[in-house]
């Protein structure tokens, strides 16, 4: 080992190039180009972390996409609290524009109960009912995560309970917050992931939904929050993978606040690999309604720029992404904002986050 050691200032800068550029190549392939982005207006793949390179995305043989049913319309959104059931209405107007037939709820307060979700959720139509199904999540604390279908619902064991931080890591994690002085913080690690997944069951397609909230803060590569926003993101991928292997999973999707503020290390933790057909998921490349903003989280009136940190994650092996947008009430017209009852100056009461939109059809 020594002459090994000894011998390595000797390569060549080519040799060394020729070895990075190798690991790159087999790790790019191994978490099936977990990087890249499906834009829902032009349906062109770019890669997340450069806007100059392009990818070849022309598959070899033609794909095909069912028309069959109704498309899976998804509404995400970091509700931070209840105030969007003290509200039901501009919630039910939300809803209702997006056509949502998913909900993937985060950062839902514990206080909050189902018969309060059903009371601003739409009501009744005529050719679905009024049939929502509930999944309110266990773990998480005090932000919860909640998924609402209008199609039925299978519970998974994996997602069904307090999900623990891995030993291990959990008590490595305290012991960076306490040295940080977030020692009444560091309980939190016993509440669990702030994490919830179901099966939806979409006719003979079964839908993997998952609803994350990563760790807020810390922008510090090296900082103790994205330690554990990494931590956490290995244990939802690994959950994941227990589902898979388990039970039949036709499609997967991923959506919620996954605190982007350091690195998009967790994003590609998250995003695979997994086993075929889904191999790595990709982001959704979305924008407002008015085609020129990207952000998610409004930091305007803070020390923090307004940033993209909320997400939605999908395998584009099995489902494709047909339409999307981020639901800015600034964006809408004067008619439309007062149709729905939101007045967009104090929209911000509700959540800092806006409402991600995502439409997809089975492939």
Same mark, same amino acid.
């Given at each position: 080992m020594d002459k090994i050691l000894f011998m390595l200032p000797v390569l060549s800068l080519n040799i060394i190039r020729r070895i990075s550029t190798m690991l790159l190549? #087999?790790?790019?392939?191994?978490?099936? +180009?977990?990087?890249?982005?499906?834009?829902?207006? !032009?349906?062109?793949? $770019?890669?997340? #972390? =450069?806007?100059?390179?392009? %990818?070849?995305?022309?598959?070899?043989?033609?794909?095909?996409? $069912?028309?069959?049913?109704?498309?899976?319309?998804?509404? =995400?959104?970091?509700?931070?609290?209840?105030?969007?059931?003290? !509200?039901?209405?501009?919630?039910?107007?939300?809803?209702?524009?997006?056509?949502?037939?998913i909900l993937? #709820?985060?950062? %839902? =307060?514990?206080?909050?109960?189902? $018969?309060?979700?059903?009371?601003? #959720?739409?009501g009744m139509t005529l050719d679905k009912g009024n049939d929502w199904h509930i999944n309110f999540g266990t773990s998480g604390g005090r932000q919860r995560n909640v998924i609402i279908s209008r199609l039925p619902q299978e519970n998974l064991p994996e997602f069904s309970k307090i999900i623990p931080y891995p030993e291990f890591?959990?008590?490595?994690?305290? !012991?960076? +917050?306490?040295?940080?002085?977030?020692?009444?913080? =560091?309980?939190?690690?016993? !509440?669990?992931?702030?994490?919830?997944?179901?099966?939806?069951?979409?006719?003979?397609?079964?839908?993997?939904?998952?609803?994350?909230?990563?760790?807020?803060?810390?922008?510090?590569?090296g900082s103790w929050q994205e330690d554990k926003r990494r931590m956490e993101a290995r244990e939802i991928r690994r959950l994941i993978g227990k589902v898979i292997e388990r039970t039949q999973v036709d499609g997967i999707i991923l959506a919620g606040d996954l605190n982007l503020?350091?690195?998009?290390?967790?994003?590609?933790?998250?995003?695979g690999p997994y086993k075929k057909p889904h191999s790595g998921l990709i982001a959704a490349d979305l924008r407002h309604l008015d085609g020129k903003e990207t952000w998610t989280w409004d930091g305007r009136g803070t020390p923090f720029p307004s940033r993209v940190m909320d997400l939605v994650i999908y395998s584009p092996n099995t489902i494709h992404l047909s339409d999307g947008y981020i639901l800015d009430p600034e964006d809408l017209s004067p008619e439309e904002s007062k149709q729905m009852g939101i007045r967009p100056e104090t929209f911000s009461e509700l959540s800092e986050h806006l409402p991600v939109v995502t439409k997809f059809i089975w492939n």
């Open positions: 190549i #087999l790790t790019v392939f191994l978490l099936g +180009m977990p990087i890249t982005s499906v834009s829902a207006h !032009d349906s062109e793949i $770019s890669t997340s #972390l =450069s806007s100059k390179n392009s %990818v070849d995305t022309k598959p070899h043989v033609e794909i095909q996409f $069912s028309r069959t049913g109704d498309n899976i319309n998804v509404f =995400s959104w970091n509700v931070s609290g209840d105030a969007f059931v003290k !509200d039901p209405e501009v919630f039910k107007a939300l809803v209702t524009k997006a056509e949502a037939n993937l #709820l985060d950062e %839902v =307060s514990p206080l909050t109960n189902e $018969s309060q979700i059903h009371k601003a #959720l739409p890591e959990k008590e490595r994690i305290r !012991d960076r +917050m306490i040295a940080a002085g977030k020692h009444k913080h =560091s309980y939190g690690l016993d !509440d669990g992931l702030a994490v919830n997944g179901v099966i939806i069951i979409d006719g003979e397609n079964r839908l993997l939904a998952v609803s994350s909230d990563l760790e807020c803060c810390g922008n510090d590569p503020v350091s690195t998009v290390l967790p994003l590609i933790i998250l995003s």
